[in-house]
């Protein structure tokens, strides 16, 4: 069947062939190094390097081939690529029964951090002795680090170690340090973890120490305990005074609310008292309106109707006088004409004059009776009119006293509807007024001389005297004794601020 292929063909897909081949000997053979791991390629003859001492001629290390954090074509049959691990090494080491200067066993604990060096001699250096054994890297590291250990224990005091454990994991790490770095290795950090011993020597290191930071301790806390217990006592007393104040405050908000609510407990009572003078007095306004309408209507339908009958019987009277006196005068002008005309007559008959003198004494008789009648027809008149003024003024009386009692009936039924406060808010009222008529008398005195033990205090004492004495006349005249008024009244409110006070420590 190959015959039928084209030798063209056959050469494409034998160089194809070829380029796969040698694409996959590349791939195969191209190795590149991991972050931690270096590549050492041998295969190459190291330079000779002849001993300027002993003149022997030796081939180095430059035929191996370093490759760290890169890539490299490892030529199949000539060459062999090995690896070398540079990751850190945590290694633990522990020495017992180190001794020290001063001859006191201790046991020790440390870490070290090792690893291969980052250099190609170091690498070099490391998979000489290494590279088919890299565990014995831990075994190596902690053999070094244990006799570098125990050479400075056995330099340095207990003292020296425990109190300056920096200083002393350095000197182990430059005491070690130019093993480690001749086998490859660098010590990174190396630092002591534990450090004991078999007897008390170092429990006995640190009693006096303790002793003195327990005694602190014990000082501090006492101390502590004198602050807070300070501070205690200084809360409870602020706690106390507050309370103090709060007491004194709630006091005198109950004094401020007693006095308000004694007040409007008061208030009550003062305002019916006010409001029931405010009615006695407009009915008093309205009794002297009534009054002063009773005493028109007696003006308007007696007193002026009586006024006028008065004048009409006084003018008739009058008129009936003058007529009378005017019919007497024209009756004795008649007589003592007809008389002269008689004595005339007599006279010239003989018996003139007696005559004459018995019609004048006639004349004079009959004059007097008129004038009798006159005058007593004027008293007539006039007592009339007396009789009608009194009835007006009798009936005037009796409308006002109708008036005025039926005031005092209202004032009385007021009267009755005050309570005892009531009452005696008046009478107190009253009593300065009663006080001042007292001692108005005493107001007009230009020069007062007190003859008295007392002295000058005898004036005031006489006026206390002479109201003392007015209420024992008001007692006397009208039953009502001030003194006891007072005094029920001011047992009651005692007794009721005593109940309110005792009802409230009970609630309290």
Do not use: C, W
């Given at each position: 069947m190959l015959g039928f292929v084209p030798p063209l063909v056959l050469g494409i897909v034998g160089i194809i062939a070829v380029l796969l081949l040698v694409g996959l000997l590349i791939i195969n053979r191209y190795k590149v190094a991991g972050p931690n791991e270096a590549y050492i390629v041998t295969g190459r003859k190291g330079k000779e390097v002849r001993n300027p001492e002993t003149g022997e001629i030796s081939t180095d290390l430059s035929g191996q081939k370093v490759v760290m954090g890169?890539?490299?074509?490892?030529?199949?049959?000539?060459?062999?690529?090995?690896?070398?691990?540079?990751?850190?090494?945590?290694?633990?080491?522990?020495?017992?029964?180190?001794?020290?200067?001063?001859?006191?066993?201790?046991?020790?604990?440390?870490?070290?951090?090792?690893?291969?060096?980052?250099?190609?001699?170091?690498?070099r250096a490391a998979a000489q002795r290494f590279l088919t054994q890299q565990d014995e890297i831990e075994t190596f590291t902690q053999e070094t680090l244990a006799g570098s250990l125990r050479s400075i224990v056995g330099a340095l005091s207990v003292e020296q170690i425990i109190r300056d454990r920096a200083a002393f994991a350095q000197s182990v790490a430059d005491e070690s340090e130019s093993s480690l770095t001749g086998q490859g290795l660098v010590l990174d950090t190396f630092q002591i973890q534990d450090i004991t011993d078999d007897g008390t020597y170092l429990s006995d290191l640190g009693r006096p120490e303790s002793a003195k930071v327990g005694r602190l301790a014990a000082i501090a806390e006492?101390?502590?305990?004198?602050?807070?217990?300070?501070?205690?006592?200084?809360?409870?007393?602020?706690?106390?005074?507050?309370?103090?104040?709060?007491?004194?405050?709630?006091?005198?908000?109950?004094?401020?609310?007693?006095?308000?609510?004694?007040?409007?407990?008061?208030?009550?009572?003062?305002?019916?008292?006010?409001?029931?003078?405010?009615?006695?007095?407009?009915?008093?306004?309205?009794?002297?309106?009534?009054?002063?309408?009773?005493?028109?209507?007696?003006?308007?339908?007696?007193?002026?109707?009586?006024?006028?009958?008065?004048?009409?019987?006084?003018?008739?009277?009058?008129?009936r006088r003058t007529s009378a006196i005017r019919q007497a005068d024209a009756n004795r002008a008649a007589s003592i004409a007809k008389a002269e005309a008689d004595a005339e007559t007599a006279r010239l008959t003989g018996?003139?004059?007696?005559?004459?003198?018995?019609?004048?004494?006639?004349?004079?008789?009959?004059?007097?009776?008129?004038?009798?009648?006159?005058?007593?027809?004027?008293?007539?008149?006039?007592?009339?009119?007396?009789?009608?003024?009194?009835?007006?003024?009798?009936?005037?009386?009796?409308?006002?006293?109708?008036?005025?009692?039926?005031?005092?009936n209202k004032r009385a039924e007021a009267f009755?509807?005050?309570?005892?406060?009531?009452?005696?808010?008046?009478?107190?009222?009253?009593?300065?007024?009663?006080?001042?008529?007292?001692?108005?008398?005493?107001?007009?005195i230009d020069k007062l001389t007190v003859v008295s033990t007392d002295g000058a205090g005898a004036v005031p004492k006489q006026v206390t005297n002479n109201v003392v004495?007015?209420?024992?006349?008001?007692?006397?005249?009208?039953?009502?004794?001030?003194?006891?008024?007072?005094?029920?009244?001011?047992?009651?409110a005692t007794d009721s601020i005593g109940q309110g006070s005792n009802g409230h420590n009970t609630a309290g």
């Open positions: 890169g890539g490299v074509f490892v030529m199949p049959f000539v060459q062999r690529l090995h690896v070398l691990d540079l990751s850190s090494r945590r290694i633990m080491v522990q020495i017992r029964g180190a001794v020290s200067g001063q001859g006191v066993k201790l046991n020790l604990d440390g870490v070290a951090i090792v690893k291969v060096g980052g250099n190609e001699d170091s690498i006492a101390n502590a305990r004198q602050e807070a217990e300070q501070a205690r006592i200084a809360a409870e007393q602020q706690i106390a005074i507050a309370e103090r104040e709060l007491s004194l405050k709630n006091a005198e908000i109950k004094a401020e609310t007693d006095a308000a609510q004694a007040t409007a407990a008061a208030a009550g009572p003062l305002a019916q008292a006010d409001r029931d003078q405010a009615i006695l007095a407009e009915q008093e306004k309205v009794a002297v309106r009534q009054a002063a309408l009773k005493e028109r209507q007696l003006d308007t339908e007696v007193r002026k109707p009586a006024d006028a009958e008065r004048y009409r019987v006084e003018t008739e009277a009058e008129a018996e003139g004059d007696k005559s004459r003198r018995s019609a004048l004494a006639e004349a004079e008789a009959i004059e007097g009776a008129r004038r009798g009648e006159a005058e007593k027809a004027r008293r007539i008149a006039e007592a009339e009119a007396t009789r009608a003024e009194g009835e007006a003024e009798a009936a005037a009386i009796l409308a006002k006293g109708e008036a005025e009692a039926e005031a005092m009755a509807r005050y309570n005892e406060a009531a009452v005696l808010q008046m009478l107190v009222e009253v009593l300065p007024q009663v006080a001042e008529k007292v001692a108005a008398p005493m107001a007009g004495q007015t209420m024992e006349l008001i007692k006397n005249t009208t039953g009502v004794d001030l003194t006891k008024l007072v005094a029920k009244y001011s047992e009651e």
